[in-house]
């Protein structure tokens, strides 16, 4: 069964913007913690995003903060990571993950699935 599938990715010069989504085809979507991940070539996985089942709380990466948005619209089992401003290293495969409510939205063995992944390619 595939639960989370990525879609969004692709080549944007620095600067510019790409939103990225993730749907989910889990009967708990609306109860679970959602969030983002990337992966870059020799690095490891680092958190990205998260967001809380009806979305009250949002984390970010410090990198990341004032230029990322992570929202959800559980209407659609869909949640979003909308990103400005992409600079070069933000280059990165992208992955959704989801979960059961925690308090370590930012760790990645928080979360039980994981989507297949969406390459972010930030050119300068």
């Known amino acids: 069964q595939v639960q989370l599938v990525e879609s969004g990715g692709g080549l944007v010069q620095a600067g510019g913007s790409l939103r990225l989504s993730c749907v989910s085809s889990?009967?708990?979507?609306?109860?679970?913690?959602m969030g983002w991940f990337r992966q870059a070539p020799g690095k490891e996985r680092e958190f990205v995003a998260a967001?809380?089942?009806?979305?009250?709380?949002?984390t970010y990466t410090d990198s990341v903060k004032g230029r990322f948005t992570i929202t959800r619209d559980n209407a659609k089992n869909t949640v979003y990571l909308q990103m400005n401003s992409l600079k070069p290293e933000d280059t990165a495969n992208y992955y959704c993950?989801?979960?059961?409510?925690?308090?370590?939205?930012?760790?990645?063995?928080?979360?039980?699935?994981w989507g297949q992944g969406t390459q972010v390619t930030v050119s300068s």
């Open positions: 993950a989801a979960g059961p409510p925690t308090s370590r939205m930012q760790m990645t063995h928080a979360y039980n699935y």
């Open positions: 889990r009967r708990t979507f609306n109860t679970d913690t």
């Open positions: 967001i809380t089942w009806n979305g009250g709380i949002t």
